[in-house]
């Protein structure tokens, strides 16, 4: 039998995101998905779902759950959470993720605040139990498409996990989190398309300004304050140009001269010339940036950023398979089997 | 989204004539997408080099590419750069470029659309009359007078931005753009029709209203095969009925008793 989670408290922003819905941008459909895939498969690997199933994305507040019906194990990365876990004897403790939990029938999970990455996923055993739109159950809030009919989070929403897969199996796996991940260092960037529609001092100050993200930041884009970006005066190579396809990335300059990173739910088209877009490698380091906090860019080629796919993709492998057994308090059952069976710890699943 | 239409067509006849596409300039865009763009401005002959170029890519099946996007004067390429690189691609796409057959992926439709031009369902219609020194009849025999060519799909999922609007009502944007403009809403600027798919904030001038869903995410009504009615490639003629008529086909539709008309629109080759 599955559980349900039932929403007590949807926390800020709580909507079920997977890898995506590519395939529709040709007819004005962005892909949607997860803003950190790293987060994502983490917290995926830690609950026990597949690599592409969905997760409930929170942002800066997370939801209040309480499970229904059967156990259900969920799993956090992505950030750390203040959040407690209220059993049905009363008992409660602390909860900061990255590590799976399995809560039973009336057991309550409240995340609270989330830091220091603005984004995390509570995955859950199975992955959420959905219907996919087009492909995929991420949400689009723009076009209601996908999710729980298209919108964030609700109280009262009840969502369906897949069954424990052992429920012999109580062992809780963790994560470290990762050194790094929420580091200073400059987002990577390939110059252009559209780089010949500014000046070289603007540029010049693109590459070698800090950047702060103004409150206008959200699943759609990061609005960046700094210094004036100025345009080409020469006719038709100014801000405005003749609509063209966007992607994910994209830092797009409108006449104001203050750039705009595009996220997972974009238009798929613009008016706007693009200076630059980040590289695949860096994009879940944009999911995890909020309003506040500033960001420099770096331009590298396109197959220095290739090599860094790919050292991405090992690094990400890497950190699933240093999942290992949590050894704390909070299962006593997983601590006794953990002590009994050594090297449980298989990341695989 | 479909084969291409000219994937039969491995010969000269029914290619684009030669010279007739220019070449394109390739741009980077991040390490997974590039494009090609054929000109910068809004052009037909540009426009028709794009889809024919889409169509056969789709057709060449080429390895690594996850999808592709036309837009009305560039091809948007995204990729895997873990499967392939931008320097494969553009190889590919030069070798394709001498052989390409007139026609969009897939098989570009003609649609006819009803639209109610009268009332608040054209509130912008008086206000554009006024502008091009027309009689707002006349404005509405312009409009449904010619074939709107499907450039892109863009602004919202579904919204299609076609083309080209007759000098006289050739207009700017509204000054005051509205905070929601309604679904259905057919509405003009830049020498552009836009057709709003859901109610959403708009600048642009609403000269009338159609009771065709241009979005479903499990088929568009009328379009079983795919989430939108209209895609790139396709045409759409107005065709202009009274107040009374919109509302039966309102509800019509919505019972599911009627869905919009389409025949094969001939291959478009540049002028």
Redesign the interface.
């Known amino acids: 039998m599955s559980g349900v989670l039932r929403v007590l408290d949807p926390g800020l922003v709580t909507t079920v995101q997977d890898r995506g819905r ?8 962005p892909p949607a998905g997860a803003l950190d895939t790293e987060a994502l498969a983490l917290a995926n690997a830690l609950a026990g779902a597949p690599a592409d199933a969905a997760a409930l994305e929170c942002r800066f507040l997370g939801p209040t759950l309480e499970a229904e019906g059967a156990a259900v194990r969920v799993a956090l990365a992505g950030a750390t959470a203040r959040g407690t876990v209220t059993r049905t004897d009363g008992t409660s403790a602390p909860f900061e993720g990255w590590r799976s939990l399995i809560l039973a029938p009336g057991d309550r999970l409240g995340l609270g605040a989330l830091g220091p990455s603005a984004t995390a996923y509570l995955a859950v055993s199975g992955g959420l139990a959905l219907a996919p ?2 492909g995929s159950r991420s949400t ?1 809030m ?5 999710g729980i009919d298209g919108r964030a989070l609700r109280v009262g929403d009840r969502l369906a996990a897949g069954a424990l897969p052992d429920p012999a199996d109580r062992a809780e796996r963790g994560l470290e989190p990762p050194r790094g991940w929420l580091s200073d260092a400059p987002i990577r ?6 780089d010949d529609h500014f000046t070289p001092e603007a540029v010049a100050a693109f590459l070698g300004s800090v950047w702060r993200i103004s409150g206008k930041a959200d699943r759609m884009g990061l609005r960046l304050e700094g210094p004036t970006l100025q345009h080409h005066t020469a006719p ?1 190579r100014g801000a405005d ?7 994910t ?2 830092v797009q300059v409108p006449g104001s001269g203050q750039p705009i990173l595009l996220l997972a739910d974009r ?3 613009g008016g706007y010339a ?1 200076i630059a ?5 860096d994009l879940p380091r944009l999911g995890r940036l909020g309003p506040g906090r500033t960001l420099r860019f770096e331009a590298v080629d ?2 220095t ?2 090599a ?3 050292e991405a ?1 090992a690094h990400l492998q890497a950190l699933i398979g240093a999942i290992a057994p949590v050894r704390d308090g909070l299962d006593l059952d997983a601590l006794y089997r953990e002590n009994l069976i050594s090297g449980i710890a298989d990341p695989g699943d | ?1 479909g084969g291409g239409n000219g994937t039969g067509s491995t010969g000269t006849e029914g290619a684009i004539r030669h010279g007739a596409v220019p070449t394109p300039r390739f ?9 090609v ?1 054929f000109g ?3 052009d037909r002959a540009l426009s028709a080099a794009v889809l024919a170029l ?1 169509a056969a890519v789709a057709a060449a099946k080429l390895p690594g590419i ?11 390429v ?1 990729f895997d ?2 499967a392939t ?2 320097a494969s691609i553009e190889a590919a796409i030069l070798d394709l470029l001498p052989r390409l057959a007139p026609g969009a992926a897939g098989q570009p439709r003609l649609w006819t659309l009803p639209a109610c031009y009268e009332g608040p369902l054209a509130p912008d219609l008086a206000s554009v009359a006024e502008r091009a020194g027309l009689t707002p009849a006349a404005v509405v025999d312009r409009h449904a007078a010619i074939e709107h060519h499907v450039y ?8 299609p ?1 076609m083309g080209d609007l007759p000098g006289e009502i050739d207009l700017p944007r509204r000054r005051d753009p509205r905070t929601a403009v309604p679904a259905g809403s057919v509405a003009i600027a830049v020498g552009l029709t836009v057709i709003y798919p ?1 109610e959403s904030p708009g600048g642009w001038h609403l000269i009338g209203r159609t009771p065709a869903a241009l ?1 479903g ?2 088929g568009a009504p009328g379009r079983p095969d ?3 009615l209209l ?2 490639g396709d045409a759409v003629r107005f065709e202009p009925v009274g107040g009374a008529a919109y509302a039966a086909i309102e509800q019509a539709a919505a019972a599911g008793d009627w869905v919009p008309e389409w025949r094969p629109r001939l291959p478009q080759a540049p002028q």
Do not use: W
């Open positions: 590519p395939g529709y941008q040709r007819v004005g459909i739109v087009m689009l723009r076009a209601r498409l996908g960037v390939v110059l252009g398309p559209q038709g140009i003749v609509s063209d396809g966007i992607v990335g994209a238009q798929t088209s693009k877009a980040a590289i695949s490698a396109t197959g950023a290739a860094l796919a790919a993709r | 989204m741009l980077p865009f991040g390490d997974a997408a590039l494009i763009e910068r401005e809004k889409d996850t999808e592709t996007a036309p837009s009305f004067r560039s091809l948007l995204q750069p873990l690189e931008a892109m799909i863009g602004f919202l999922p579904g919204a931005y859901f979005f995410a499990h795919a989430p939108v895609t790139p």
